[in-house]
């Protein structure tokens, strides 16, 4: 049987279940019906009840018929001139964009350029905005419970009961709320200093997000003057003000992100990544840059000079684990930092 009207797909038929191919041609009218002839064969459709399969860079088409039979066609522009003529609200945009991209490298190329460039400004700016906002709306109860479960963890991992004299303790003590009076951020947190003893840490010294610090004896040896005690919880009290401490762990956790926002379970991403990231990590350059320009204008306003930093951190330098970032030497540059403190003596 030959069919000389409509117009027609040359390609090949096969029949459900048999691998044996059939030369085939299928014919189109506008009315949306579809015969598909063969050699021995004729049957007959209707284009609303077949299946077509999107066109993918070159390869050939497939149309499935409701009884499972397949015509394949590797002439794809005349299966989209069919789809055109009778059946045009088939016809997939998003399939017909990602063809053109196929077949259009530089349009390939502007897409990944376009890709990248977005990648790039939600990294640097939109993705650190979602990671403040959820930061700094953490309520004071569950920076508390960070707190509580990153000290459990520490004593566990790194910490053993401190060895200091109880005079030196009542006298670092002393000079803590000293220090904590003269703060403005005093009345928003409760600020409480515990005492550590660590062969493995060495002199160091946390302020966790709720306001709790820990030093280590070995940094308490260190401290020839309070002022020197000063600088140091001025540049931790930072960490607590800005909030650090969480969103360098935030920053650090992908899509945890996404999954906190929409959840709320800040408790656990926090608490198994702060501990780890204190002992071995340190804050980024940005962050210690900030809480070196709070700990600045902290002396500036009480009248400390900045040699009492430089000289703790010339001995801190001497002491410090090679195993274990120092407390004062992560970022920036030692030169950066001494001279910013050294300069304030000269303003």
Avoid: W
């Avoid at 070159?58 to 059946?87: E, L, W």
């Avoid at 904590?180 to 005093?186: C, M, R, Y």
């Amino acid at each position: 049987m030959t069919l000389t009207s409509g117009s027609n797909i040359k390609g090949t038929l096969y029949n459900k279940g048999k691998s044996t191919p059939h030369t085939a041609t299928l014919y189109y009218f506008d009315n949306g019906d579809i015969i598909i002839e063969t050699e021995s064969a004729t049957k007959k459709s209707h284009i609303s009840y077949l299946t077509i399969s999107p066109r993918v860079a070159n390869t050939q088409r497939h149309i499935i018929f409701p009884d499972g039979d397949m015509f394949t066609a590797p002439d794809n522009n005349a299966v989209d001139a069919m789809i055109v003529k009778i059946h045009p609200q088939q016809k997939n945009t998003i399939q017909s964009l990602l063809y053109y991209l196929e077949s259009h490298v530089p349009a390939i190329m502007t897409l990944i350029a376009v890709s990248i460039t977005a990648l790039f400004i939600f990294i640097k700016f939109i993705f650190p905005t979602i990671v403040t906002h959820i930061a700094f709306s953490i309520p004071a109860s569950t920076l508390h419970i960070i707190s509580e479960k990153t000290v459990d963890y520490l004593d566990y991992q790194f910490f053993t009961q401190t060895q200091l004299p109880k005079t030196r303790i009542n006298t670092i003590h002393a000079q803590f709320k000293e220090f904590t009076d003269t703060i403005p951020e005093k009345n928003n947190y409760t600020f409480t200093l515990y005492f550590r003893h660590s062969t493995f840490i060495g002199p160091n010294a946390f302020a966790l997000p709720d306001g709790t610090f820990i030093i280590t004896d070995d940094f308490v040896k260190l401290i020839h003057h309070k002022h020197e005690l000063f600088t140091i919880l001025a540049h931790e009290t930072a960490h607590v003000v800005y909030r650090h401490g969480v969103r360098n762990i935030l920053l650090n956790s992908g899509l945890f992100v996404i999954a906190i926002a929409i959840f709320g379970d800040v408790v656990s991403t926090t608490t198994i990544g702060l501990p780890l990231m204190l002992i071995y990590n340190g804050y980024s350059r940005e962050f210690e840059r900030q809480a070196d320009s709070f700990a600045i204008d902290y002396c500036k306003k009480n009248h400390i000079s900045g040699k009492h930093f430089v000289n703790l951190y010339k001995r801190l330098q001497q002491k410090a684990p090679a195993n274990v970032p120092s407390l004062l030497s992560t970022h920036p540059s030692d030169e950066e930092r001494l001279s910013s403190f050294a300069a304030i003596d000269t303003r």
